[in-house]
Each structure stands twice: as C-alpha cells, then as structure tokens.
C-alpha cells in the first residue's frame, strides 16, 4: 500500500465517515487506514468536530519526529546559507555531521550542497566521513567540496591527509556534482579530484560576509 498516495486523497480535515465515502471502503478498513497512516507520521493531528465526532488532520507528508534534526535541520543550524525543505520526513535517529555530508550531497541539489559547505568545519570524525562517502560512491565529490570549503569557510579544520589520499581512490558514477551544471572558476580543484564543480566564485562569496 502506498500510504502517502492514500494521504494524497484525504489530505485536510477527515472522519471515520469521510473516509468511507472517500475511499469506498467500509468502516473497519477506514479505521485501519487512519492507524497506518498514524504510525507512518501522515495524520499530523486529532481533535474533535460536531457531535464528538474525531477529526483526523491528514497531510501527504510525514511530520518530523519532535528530538532528532534531520538534514535541512542540521544545515541551517550550522550554515550561513538557509534551505527550506518543500517536504516532511520523520526522524528516526540522530544524524551526525558525516552523514549529512554525504546526505546533501547524494541529494544533487544545488543550494543544499551550497549551503552544506559549512558543515566540513564540524567534522569529528574524518575517517567515518571517507568510509560512508565511499559507500555511497562520492568520495572524490567529498575531496572536492572540503577544497572548495577550505577557500571561503572560517575557521576550517585540516583533513587527515591520509583521509585525503584515501578519498582520491575512490570511484564515483558521474563527474557532475550537480546534473549537468560545471563552471569555469575551481580548475585546479577539478583536476586534482577528476569531478566537477558547480558553484562559481560569487556562488561563495555569502560565506565571506
């Protein structure tokens, strides 16, 4: 069953009843429904209508999980460039600055790999950092990226240069950081890491201010 589709038909203010008639389904499998979509974070409130009758706010998107910030969370917590997410996920556990790396990354976003810069200057745990961006076939980007880094965020901390060496043998599926985006200003980072970079010179200059 693709629960975010059913929340997609029901989204906003529903009863047991609407559901019914929504779905064509009978009372048992409405019921049913609202515990699924609960437990998987797309009824984002309860309350009650006339009558008594429970009303079940439903969104076809997760609600964040109150406790654990997820990447969008963590970026705008540590960047000088905001993101805004156009959707809502559930946070099961906590993320670390690592996996965020690799996370906006993985994501080809532009803004968001922007703005993820600034999080390299957090960075615990430089082998952990290699081993989930090799995993996720983006070792290079990440060399790349913590160079490009180096240039305009404060206060950067030195990679391991044994983390470096390790990150330039590893493979990656594409050259393009971003889709098809490569511009003419990080030549010497390019050829060092064999990808390519998307952010020009003015692209950067927000981490100078």
Not at 78 to 94: A, E, F, G, H, L
Not at 157 to 186: A, G, H, Q
Not at 191 to 197: A, D, F, L, M, R
């Amino acid at each position: 069953m693709n629960w975010q589709k059913v929340a997609k038909k029901l989204e906003g203010f529903q009863t047991v009843e609407s559901i019914e008639k929504t779905l064509r389904v009978k009372r048992a499998t409405a019921i049913n429904y609202v515990y699924e979509m609960r437990k998987r974070g797309f009824v984002h409130g309860e309350s009650r209508g006339r009558k008594g009758k429970r009303l079940y706010e439903i969104r076809p998107y997760r609600k964040i999980s109150a406790g654990y910030p997820g990447l969008y969370e963590i970026i705008n917590a540590n960047s000088p460039i905001k993101v805004v997410r156009s959707y809502k996920t559930i946070v099961y556990r906590k993320m670390s600055i690592e996996e965020a790396i690799v996370k906006a990354i993985e994501t080809k976003n532009f803004r968001l790999i922007l703005a993820s810069l600034a999080l390299f200057k957090k960075v615990r745990n430089w082998y952990r950092l290699y081993k989930l961006s090799k995993g996720a076939c983006v070792g290079r980007k990440v060399g790349a990226l913590y160079d490009i880094s180096r240039k305009y965020v404060r206060k950067m901390k030195r990679m391991d240069k044994r983390v470096e060496n390790l990150l330039k043998e590893t493979k990656v599926k594409s050259k393009y950081i971003v889709p098809r985006l490569r511009t003419e200003d990080f030549k010497e980072i390019e050829k060092k890491w064999n990808v390519y970079i998307p952010f020009n010179k003015e692209d950067l200059e927000r981490y100078k201010e």
